[in-house]
C-alpha cells in the first residue's frame, strides 16, 4: 500500500475520530499493527490554528510515521494555509475531510456538506494539493443522501486533481452510522479510478475486512469505531490477511498491559486532571466490550479525579478478572 512515496507495512489505517484518534491512541494502534493512524481532524479556520486543543492535536513528538493529519473547512484559501501549517508542524500527509456527518460540522458546510457542491470540491483539492510537498489523501461518504449519491463523480474530481488515495465510508451523509454499508459502491469507486482506494463502514471483524477487500477490490480497509476498546484488531486483521488465521484474542494480562501502558500515555499527554477526563471513554470501550463490569465498580472509576487512583482502580478490577471473581 503506498500512499505517495510513503510504503506502508500494511493496508490497514485507523480512521480519524474526533475526540479519540489523539496521539497515544494513535501510537497504541500503530504498536498492535495498524500500517497508518490518521489525526483528529484539524479545523481550518485561523483563529483556531494556535488553540491549545488544536496543538495538542497536531502534536506529533515520537510518533512513528508516517503522520497523517486530517483538516477540515470550506473555505479553499484557509484550508491551503491549514495544509501548510501542519505540514510545518510534521505532516508527512494531509488528509482532507469530507465524510464526517456531525451537524455541528456540516451546518458551515464542511465536512460531508461538500458533496452538495462539486465545483467547491474541485477548487478545495486544487488549492489544497498545490499548496503543499506532500501527498494529499481525501475522505469522503457515498453522497449527502439517498438521491445525491455522486462518490463517481468525486473520485474522479479527486483524482484529476492530484489526490493520492481516496477513502470512501459506504453511507451518505443522511445514514449518519446507520443502515446497510454500500460496498457496492465502493467497487464502483474503486473500478473508476486508478487512485488507491480505501474502504470504510461497519469492518468490526478480521473476517469482515477481508470480506471488504475481497468483494471491493479496495487497496485497504480503514477502521475506526470498531478500534475503540480493541485496537489490537489490526493485529487480528493482519494475521487472517497474511497467514489464512485470525490471531487469537489476547488474555487478559496482556490486555491489562495494554490499557496500562495506553492509560499511562494518555496522563503524560494531557496531564493529571485531562487525562483521567479523557481515559474514562476509554476504560469503558474496553471494558463494555468485553466483560460485565458491575455498575458500582465503574462508578467508583468514573468519579475519581486523579491519575494513580484511577490507574489503581482499573488494575484492580483485572486482578478480580484473572481471579475468576468478575465474569
Known sequence: MLIGPYKLKNNLIL?????????????????????LTVSEMVASNPALRTHKRTLLKTDHQNEPGPISVQILGADPLQMAEAAKFNVARGAQIIDINMGCPAKKVCSVAAGSALLRDELLVQKILSKVVNSVEVPVTLKIRTGWDQNSRNALNIA?????QGIVALAVHGRTRACGFKN?????????????????????????????????????GADAVMIGRSAQGKPWIFREIQSLIETGV???????QEIQ?????????????YGNQSGVRIARKHI???????????????KKIYQTDHSNDQLALV????????????A
Not at 284 to 298: D, E, H, V
Open 246 to 252: 485470525k490471531a487469537p484474542s489476547p488474555p487478559v
Open 15 to 35: 480512521a480519524p475520530m474526533a475526540g479519540v484518534t489523539d496521539q497515544p491512541f494513535r501510537k497504541l494502534c500503530k504498536k498492535l499493527g495498524a500500517g
Open 257 to 269: 498491559a495494554i490499557v496500562h501502558s495506553h492509560l499511562e500515555s494518555l496522563y503524560r499527554f
Open 180 to 216: 446497510t454499508v454500500e460496498y457496492e459502491t465502493i467497487r464502483k469507486v474503486k473500478h473508476a479510478v486508478n487512485i488507491p482506494i480505501i474502504a470504510n463502514g461497519d469492518i468490526d471483524s478480521a473476517e469482515k475486512a477481508k470480506t471488504v477487500l475481497q468483494f471491493t
Open 284 to 298: 469503558g470501550w474496553y471494558f463494555n466490550g468485553l466483560w460485565k463490569i458491575p455498575p458500582t465498580i465503574i
Open 315 to 326: 488494575m484492580n478490577v483485572f486482578q478480580q478478572l484473572k481471579l475468576g471473581q468478575i
Open 156 to 160: 474522479k474530481i479527486a483524482e484529476q
